[in-house]
């Protein structure tokens, strides 16, 4: 059956949305999906946005029926706004951020492990089934909106961060083909969406807006995540063209340590006046900052204001305490805390590193995100640091003007004297909503010729071969990298590895260290690397097969070359390939060990 | 007039064809435009819709709005704590600071739920023309009715644009709850 609708699904690492447009229509309008949520034992209401959490209730709970939701999409589950309210609460029962996790190289993706360090006897989700049951939520929603048109069978975009690596992607894909997703969804980089929803609402008149020889830096700061990209405006016979030629790391701070950390400063006030905030408090501080974290920036706005923290228990008034935060103290907080003045050269500050770090999401050290960003633009070439002319913003964090201000200030303040100064693209009244509504957009304009952002791999990809020779006991043999996936390796690719042949053991599980670089951009498919700095190449999950004995002759091991693969739909493949004949096999990641424990 | 236009409407449905089929909808309430469909259909007596087709009996136990819109206000705006509690013993600051806080949110949710608006665009102090066949519900007259068809707006009255409240889907015995008492464990 072919689809009716262009559906994208923004899985957020806080908030989720759906977004759709009709296959027919010669030009898209896009919609967004309602989500029905419980808010409350018993009360469902429906909103625009999913928050990504979810709470795990007790059996006892989930047996009096209050958490039911019609059609029974899962059991033993309460997802969406209810969660969130929850989980500050109760971090025992709520996984947040399973995103996140999602990515995290250093645990097992698919074993039971959120919530994180739960005390509470509750069956634990891998960050993989977390993942696909936000997606069910969605599914549902959808499904029950369009009950003639399952989502199954539409055309579907999932967006995932730019900075996910291609074992998160897999994860990703996994979660959500086992969600019920369409077998031949496509995943698309969030900055990418945004970058479309841009274009969408520009029309044709985008190519007035740029020109060749733009950059344009799309800088999304969600919740809890952020996410760097660069498009670069090219020509090609006359026509301007869109390529993405840079992305960041995964850096994982955003709004939500804003709030914290103001929470975290009148905390202080508080303490400084006699009043110690019991943990409830605290919790509930922290929502008020989150609350107020906008007009608190609001040029003209009241100065100081009063941040109040209501008394627990039906003693509103009487158990009410305050306190005042001058605007100079948020401004110094939040836009200098998190968007420093700072040379282009600046670096973040790293993560001490000590004996005992304890495994847990790797939260940025540095808050300062223009530090990461000037880091991320001087790290794309050796010599000069890229100049963006444009920038595009995403993320709920830039609803405050202040930040938006601050950011184009810096970003400005690192072009060339002379230069014009940089532009703001888009608007602001769908920061919320941009990447599902660009990825919807971006379904859509497959099948009716809309612009394409190209730019295949936004990494380089290694695996990891050690060297012959004498074995030293006690000292690990010396560890290449052969290239196998170059920079900018497009969709729809295929590339045989020129390489030396490398011997694979048969009837044992054989596996690969290996890494991804984001700033290698010149090394070609089959070079060898024999040494490199370590911020140059990431280590991510191993790749690794097992060679059935009956597949192969007898000799015990196979000389194979590489093979590596880019489908239409950006799932990354690397094949072994026999030299002696028409065999090969396939590597899968392994997310189930950690490659560096 | 009304019996007899009920009757009118009994016999049709009973007769079935398009008249038939309008009624089902407009007893269902599937007519999107619901002026339209006043204006035309009159809703019929009550006894008549009894008689051509039993209302089946909700299964499951529904809670009144009221109820659901006063536990949303508490819920996210904490309303009642704040309306219950006795205000003799505090000062006006120590209630403002409250107050100020809980009625923020209390706008949030009645702006999500009801999407309140002024009923006139005119703003206070400007002057309107009233309509010939004015509603009560909607003009609240003062002053000489004379003749004068202009006058001040002095309030500009409010309405709602939708009412969209959570659904409810609990136990016959919670539904009159506004609020679940709070039990801590560790204290």
Same mark, same amino acid.
């Given at each position: 059956?072919?689809?009716?609708?262009?559906?994208?699904?923004?899985?957020?690492?806080?908030?989720?949305?759906?977004?759709?447009?009709?296959?027919?229509?010669?030009?898209?309008?896009?919609?967004?999906?309602?989500?029905?949520?419980?808010?409350?034992?018993?009360?469902?209401?429906?909103?625009y946005?999913?928050?990504?959490?979810?709470?795990?209730?007790?059996?006892?709970?989930?047996?009096?029926?209050?958490?039911?939701?019609?059609?029974?999409?899962?059991?033993?589950?309460?997802?969406?706004?209810?969660?969130?309210?929850?989980?500050?609460?109760?971090?025992?029962?709520?996984?947040?951020?399973?995103k996140?996790?999602?990515?995290?190289? %250093?645990?097992?993706?698919?074993?039971?492990?959120?919530p994180?360090?739960?005390?509470?006897?509750?069956?634990?989700?891998?960050?993989?089934?977390?993942?696909?049951?936000? !997606?069910?939520?969605?599914?549902?929603?959808? /499904?029950?909106?369009?009950?003639?048109?399952?989502?199954?069978?539409?055309?579907?975009?999932l967006?995932?961060p730019?900075?996910?690596d291609?074992?998160?992607?897999?994860?990703?894909?996994?979660?959500?083909?086992?969600?019920? !997703?369409?077998?031949?969804?496509?995943?698309?980089?969030?900055?990418?969406?945004a970058?479309?929803?841009?274009?969408?609402?520009?029309g044709?008149?985008w190519? %007035?807006?740029?020109?060749?020889?733009d950059?344009i830096?799309?800088?999304?700061?969600?919740?809890?995540?952020?996410?760097?990209?660069?498009?670069?405006?090219e020509e090609?016979?006359?026509?301007?063209?869109?390529?993405?030629?840079?992305?960041?790391? #995964?850096?994982?701070?955003?709004?939500? /340590?804003?709030?914290?950390?103001?929470?975290h400063?009148?905390?202080?006030?508080?303490?400084?006046?006699?009043?110690?905030?019991n943990?409830?408090?605290?919790?509930?501080?922290?929502?008020?900052?989150?609350?107020?974290?906008?007009?608190?920036?609001?040029?003209?706005?009241?100065d100081?204001?009063?941040?109040?923290?209501?008394?627990?228990?039906?003693?509103?008034?009487?158990?009410?305490? =305050?306190?005042?935060?001058?605007?100079?103290?948020?401004?110094?907080?939040?836009?200098?805390?998190?968007f420093?003045?700072?040379?282009?050269?600046?670096?973040?500050? %790293?993560?001490?590193?000590?004996?005992?770090?304890?495994?847990?999401?790797?939260?940025? #050290?540095?808050?300062?995100?223009?530090?990461?960003?000037?880091?991320?633009?001087?790290? =794309?070439?050796?010599?000069?640091?890229?100049?963006?002319?444009?920038?595009?913003?995403?993320?709920?964090?830039?609803?405050?003007?202040?930040?938006?201000?601050?950011?184009?200030?810096?970003?400005?303040?690192?072009?060339?004297?002379?230069?014009?100064?940089?532009?703001?693209?888009?608007?602001?009244?769908?920061?919320?909503?941009?990447?599902?509504?660009?990825?919807?957009?971006?379904?859509?304009?497959?099948s009716?010729?809309?612009?394409?952002?190209?730019?295949?791999?936004?990494?380089?990809?290694?695996?990891?071969?050690?060297?012959?020779?004498l074995?030293?006991?006690?000292?690990?043999?010396?560890?290449?990298?052969?290239?196998?996936?170059?920079?900018?390796?497009?969709?729809?690719?295929?590339?045989d590895?020129?390489?030396?042949?490398?011997?694979?053991?048969?009837?044992?599980?054989?596996?690969? *260290?290996?890494?991804?670089?984001?700033?290698?951009?010149?090394?070609?498919?089959? #070079?060898?690397?024999?040494?490199?700095d370590?911020e140059?190449?990431?280590?991510?999950?191993?790749?690794?097969?097992?060679?059935?004995?009956?597949?192969v002759?007898?000799?015990?091991?196979?000389?194979?070359?590489? #093979?590596?693969?880019?489908?239409?739909l950006?799932?990354?493949?690397?094949?072994?390939?026999?030299?002696?004949? /028409?065999? *090969?096999?396939?590597?899968?990641? /392994?997310? *189930?060990?950690?490659?560096?424990? | 007039?009304?019996?007899?236009?009920?009757?009118?409407?009994?016999?049709?449905?009973?007769?079935?064809?398009?008249?038939?089929?309008?009624?089902?909808?407009?007893?269902?309430?599937?007519?999107?435009?619901? &002026?339209?469909?006043?204006?035309?259909?009159?809703?019929?007596?009550? &006894?008549?819709?009894?008689?051509?087709?039993?209302?089946?009996?909700?299964?499951?136990?529904?809670?009144?709005?009221?109820?659901?819109?006063l536990?949303?206000?508490q819920?996210?705006?904490?309303?009642?704590?704040?309306?219950?509690?006795?205000?003799?013993?505090?000062?006006?600051?120590?209630?403002?600071?409250a107050?100020?806080?809980?009625?923020?949110?209390?706008? &949030?949710?009645?702006?999500?739920?009801?999407?309140?608006?002024?009923?006139?665009?005119?703003?206070e102090?400007?002057?309107?023309?009233?309509?010939?066949d004015?509603?009560?519900?909607?003009? &609240?007259?003062?002053?000489?009715?004379?003749?004068?068809?202009?006058?001040?707006?002095? @309030?500009?009255?409010?309405?709602?644009? @939708?009412?969209?409240?959570?659904?409810w889907?609990?136990?016959?015995?919670?539904?009159?709850?506004?609020?679940?008492?709070?039990?801590?464990l560790n204290?």
């Amino acid at each position: 059956m072919s689809a009716r609708f262009a559906v994208g699904i923004d899985l957020g690492t806080t908030n989720s949305v759906v977004a759709y447009c009709d296959l027919a229509e010669e030009k898209a309008s896009v919609q967004l999906v309602p989500i029905p949520q419980f808010v409350a034992p018993g009360q469902i209401e429906t909103f625009y946005s999913l928050p990504s959490f979810l709470y795990l209730p007790t059996p006892e709970q989930w047996a009096s029926g209050v958490w039911k939701l019609e059609g029974d999409p899962y059991q033993n589950l309460v997802i969406g706004a209810y969660a969130r309210q929850v989980s500050a609460e109760q971090p025992d029962r709520t996984i947040a951020a399973a995103k996140s996790w999602l990515c995290h190289s %250093r645990i097992d993706r698919r074993s039971p492990l959120l919530p994180w360090n739960s005390n509470e006897p509750v069956e634990k989700l891998s960050p993989v089934d977390a993942s696909k049951y936000l !997606l069910l939520h969605l599914i549902d929603a959808w /499904n029950k909106c369009h009950p003639d048109a399952p989502l199954s069978e539409q055309k579907v975009v999932l967006t995932v961060p730019a900075s996910f690596d291609m074992a998160a992607r897999e994860l990703t894909r996994e979660a959500a083909i086992a969600a019920g !997703l369409p077998e031949h969804f496509i995943l698309l980089e969030e900055p990418q969406a945004a970058l479309y929803h841009w274009l969408q609402s520009k029309g044709d008149q985008w190519r %007035r807006a740029v020109k060749k020889g733009d950059v344009i830096f799309v800088c999304d700061v969600g919740g809890g995540t952020t996410d760097l990209t660069l498009v670069q405006v090219e020509e090609e016979q006359g026509e301007l063209v869109l390529k993405r030629i840079a992305v960041g790391n #995964h850096l994982l701070v955003g709004g939500d /340590n804003m709030d914290l950390a103001l929470a975290h400063f009148l905390s202080q006030k508080f303490a400084a006046r006699g009043t110690k905030l019991n943990p409830w408090q605290s919790v509930s501080l922290w929502h008020s900052c989150r609350k107020a974290k906008e007009s608190l920036l609001t040029v003209g706005g009241q100065d100081p204001q009063t941040i109040a923290v209501l008394g627990r228990g039906s003693r509103l008034i009487g158990g009410t305490v =305050q306190t005042e935060i001058s605007r100079a103290e948020a401004e110094n907080i939040l836009i200098d805390g998190f968007f420093p003045l700072c040379p282009v050269d600046a670096l973040p500050q %790293r993560q001490p590193q000590s004996g005992f770090q304890e495994i847990g999401l790797p939260y940025e #050290h540095d808050t300062g995100i223009t530090k990461h960003i000037a880091s991320f633009l001087s790290s =794309q070439s050796s010599s000069v640091a890229v100049r963006p002319t444009h920038l595009l913003f995403n993320g709920g964090v830039f609803k405050a003007g202040a930040f938006r201000e601050r950011l184009t200030q810096v970003v400005s303040s690192w072009s060339e004297a002379g230069s014009p100064a940089v532009k703001v693209l888009g608007d602001l009244d769908d920061l919320d909503h941009a990447v599902a509504c660009g990825a919807a957009y971006y379904a859509w304009s497959t099948s009716h010729g809309g612009i394409r952002i190209r730019g295949g791999t936004a990494r380089s990809y290694y695996v990891g071969i050690e060297s012959a020779g004498l074995a030293v006991p006690g000292i690990p043999r010396p560890l290449q990298a052969l290239c196998v996936v170059p920079f900018g390796m497009e969709e729809g690719t295929a590339i045989d590895v020129q390489s030396r042949e490398v011997g694979l053991i048969v009837g044992q599980p054989v596996s690969f *260290r290996f890494f991804a670089s984001p700033n290698r951009k010149e090394d070609k498919p089959g #070079h060898m690397l024999k040494w490199w700095d370590e911020e140059e190449l990431i280590e991510t999950a191993p790749m690794e097969l097992v060679l059935q004995a009956e597949a192969v002759p007898d000799e015990g091991f196979v000389p194979v070359k590489f #093979h590596s693969k880019i489908t239409e739909l950006g799932v990354f493949e690397l094949w072994c390939q026999s030299v002696r004949d /028409n065999q *090969r096999w396939k590597l899968e990641f /392994n997310v *189930r060990e950690d490659a560096e424990v | 007039m009304r019996i007899g236009l009920a009757f009118q409407l009994f016999f049709k449905a009973l007769a079935g064809g398009k008249t038939a089929d309008d009624l089902q909808a407009v007893l269902q309430g599937k007519v999107s435009d619901s &002026k339209t469909a006043a204006a035309s259909l009159p809703a019929p007596e009550p &006894k008549v819709v009894t008689e051509s087709k039993p209302v089946p009996k909700p299964v499951t136990p529904i809670q009144s709005e009221a109820i659901t819109l006063l536990a949303t206000l508490q819920r996210e705006a904490r309303l009642i704590d704040l309306v219950q509690e006795p205000l003799e013993q505090y000062p006006d600051a120590q209630v403002g600071a409250a107050a100020r806080d809980v009625l923020r949110d209390t706008r &949030k949710v009645l702006e999500r739920v009801c999407g309140i608006k002024p009923l006139l665009p005119e703003t206070e102090g400007n002057k309107v023309d009233l309509p010939t066949d004015a509603s009560p519900m909607r003009w &609240k007259i003062t002053g000489s009715a004379s003749g004068n068809k202009r006058g001040v707006v002095v @309030h500009p009255g409010w309405q709602a644009t @939708h009412c969209q409240l959570p659904q409810w889907n609990g136990n016959a015995a919670d539904a009159l709850v506004i609020a679940p008492a709070e039990v801590d464990l560790n204290a």
